[in-house]
């Protein structure tokens, strides 16, 4: 379950939350499996669409829900937006874009 979330909070099907961290604001989709099983530890997989797209498109169109499903994982997929994170990562490494990635993960897994 990610960051001790309640059960409450995260159940199978398709979920959309606002987050806030390091200085933005980012539309996050998660998928959880039907067999999901709150009182279980699942694997959260974190995937980043290319340039141009979102997170909902992508868990659809690359196969990651279908794969979430078969697999029995979690998997999130923010939408990274122009003005963001994206922009920056064809420059190389960058500590600055791990750290927006790291305080997004935290604000993700705040909210459980």
């Not at 997989?45 to 290319?50: A, D, F």
């Not at 829900?65 to 960058?94: C, K, N, S, T, Y």
């Amino acid at each position: 379950m990610p960051g001790g979330a309640s059960p409450s909070r995260v159940g199978p099907g398709r979920q959309t939350w606002t987050l806030e961290a390091a200085g933005h604001r980012w539309t996050v989709h998660l998928h959880v499996p039907k067999a999901y099983d709150p009182a279980k530890a699942s694997p959260l997989v974190l995937v980043l669409h290319g340039a141009g797209g979102s997170g909902a498109t992508y868990l659809e169109r690359a196969g990651w829900a279908a794969r979430a499903e078969q697999a029995g994982f979690l998997v999130v997929a923010p939408d990274w937006q122009a003005g963001q994170m994206i922009e920056r990562w064809p420059q190389g490494h960058d500590p600055a874009t791990e750290a927006d990635v790291e305080a997004a993960l935290d604000a993700l897994l705040a909210r459980g």
